[in-house]
């Protein structure tokens, strides 16, 4: 380490914090670590003696004996669940640190809550970096993408550390800073959102696929292969393609058919669509993500809908083209989407986030990286009307070449009674942006009508009413 980089510390040995402390120790940085619970100490260790990785760690019994025990400048990421933990831990650092230390918070963190902590470590005299990271275990482990937020100068400090452990892509590191304060969770925020997104969009398809045309799951993952080689190359579509494949150890069964069809959520999508709401944005992809995965827990209640409201459903015959196509078009949307929050969320916030840069580092590492995502770096840093993703002039072709599979597929699996609701999003979505004379006209003379709310007339004159005001 050289003298003007700060001692790393690294407290919480989970999953992800194991992970990402042995990358560090593998790009050959020393870090002292911590966890809450000691047993957890004591298998990191073990772990990274079995990897060769020891020599350089230093582990303590608590954050407090950490801290104390590191030579300043300190820079302590932390590796604990989002919430109330993170705040402990802030607190317990708070009179252990002092000028020139960091912490840094390397969970998936409300980006709300991340703007207070830097307020309130800042006023303590210290340095606050928000961070999110991605890229599951495997990630973390062997490159994960970094989303950091903060004081330029504080990203800078702990620059050679993060561009080491990330994820690369072209030798280039998917670690950026995006911004001060929350950026960083923010954008991480969104990549989650798009994250559930694609995901409900894939189960969406594989849905079609299954239920619709009778195929079996190891067929419809050699289809998710295939695709994985082509437009739709992507993490989430390489790992269905395998999943699919799969066969459960217990009864030899495809691993899916085992499987409790209730998702689980932390959190980070639902901020997403409250963040998007709260910015008078559309998210509907998302939004669809985040709906399905609550309708999934409600297990009880479908089931007993599939005997109550006793949907007919009728086979449905789609090509792998189309398939393909629509799954393309309803990602485009959701990444489209999701940049366009990031837009909103910057210009509120002031921010001044470059989704060039944003698309930049989550070519690689990350759990939405995917080959549509070099374009989308293209497509930002070149004509882009309005500012849309959508309008640049790339997608605008591969739009008009995929959008009619979307509708296709969206039709006939909405005749066929299998629920769609991303897609179905994405289709509105772009219909509508695709519309200059909307509705709303109508709207208006509603919100006119009932409570005296005046419109705007096309010829300019605002504040009018319709004659049933008289
Ligand atoms: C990542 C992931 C990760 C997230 C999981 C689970 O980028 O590595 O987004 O941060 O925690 O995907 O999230 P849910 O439990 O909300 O599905």
């Known amino acids: 380490m050289t003298s003007t980089l700060a001692h790393l510390g690294l407290y919480g040995l989970g999953t992800m914090g194991s992970a990402l402390a042995l990358n560090i120790l593998e790009k050959g940085f020393a870090l002292h670590v911590s966890n809450r619970s000691p047993d957890r100490i004591a ?40 919430g109330a933990a993170v705040d402990e831990c802030i607190n317990a650092l708070i009179p252990l640190l002092s000028l020139g230390d960091t912490i840094i918070d390397a969970g998936n963190a409300d980006f709300h809550d991340t703007r207070a902590r830097t307020t309130r470590v800042e006023a303590a005299g210290l340095a606050y970096l928000g961070m999110g990271v991605s890229g599951g275990e495997e990630g973390a482990r062997h490159g994960p993408s970094i989303m950091a937020g903060g004081t330029p100068a504080v990203f800078d400090g702990i620059r050679p550390v993060l561009e080491a452990i990330a994820a690369r892509f072209n030798d280039a590191p998917c670690a950026a800073h995006l911004g001060p304060d929350g950026a960083g969770h923010f954008v991480k925020t969104v990549h989650n959102g798009i994250e559930y997104a694609d995901m409900q969009m894939i189960a969406e398809i594989y849905g ?7 195929m079996e799951p190891a067929d419809i993952g050699k289809v998710f292969e295939a695709w994985d080689k082509g437009a739709l190359k992507s993490y989430l579509v390489e790992i269905t393609g395998i999943i699919l494949q799969a066969q459960d150890k217990v009864t030899g069964l495809p691993v899916v058919d085992v499987i409790m069809d209730s998702a689980g959520q932390k959190g980070t999508g639902r901020w997403t669509v409250i963040e998007a709401l709260a910015l008078g944005q559309s998210a ?28 007919p459903r009728k086979a449905l015959t789609l090509t792998e083209a189309q398939l393909e196509g629509a799954l393309l078009t309803a990602r485009i949307a959701a990444y489209a989407q999701g940049f366009r929050l990031m837009a909103a969320a910057s210009a509120n916030y002031r921010w001044a986030l470059d989704n060039a840069r944003v698309a930049e580092i989550w070519r690689a590492g990350c759990i939405i990286r995917s080959a549509l995502l070099d374009d989308i770096s293209a497509a930002f840093r070149g004509e882009m009307p309005e500012g849309q993703l959508i309008f640049a002039p790339a997608f605008v072709a591969r739009l008009q070449a995929n959008l009619p599979a979307l509708r296709q597929v969206v039709a006939a699996a909405i005749a066929g009674g299998y629920p769609v609701p991303a897609l179905a999003g994405a289709v509105g979505w772009l219909d509508t942006m695709a519309q200059a004379r909307g509705t709303a006209d109508l709207i208006q003379a509603q919100r006119d009508f009932f409570g005296r709310h005046g419109f705007e007339r096309l010829d300019g004159a605002k504040g009018q009413h319709g004659p049933w005001a008289d």
Not at 208 to 214: A, D, K, N, S, W
Not at 287 to 299: P, Q, T
Request: glycine content about 10%.
């Open 43 to 82: 298998a990191f260790v073990t772990e990274a003696q079995a990897e060769g990785l020891a020599t350089k760690a230093v582990a303590h019994d608590s954050l407090a004996a950490m801290a104390g025990a590191m030579a300043a400048p300190r820079a302590i990421i932390l590796m604990v669940q989002a």
């Open 208 to 214: 079609i696929m299954r239920r619709g045309m009778g």
């Open 284 to 311: 509907s992809v998302i939004e669809a993500g985040v709906g399905a995965r609550g309708w999934s827990s409600e297990k009880t209640a479908r089931t007993a809908g599939e005997t109550i409201l006793a949907t």
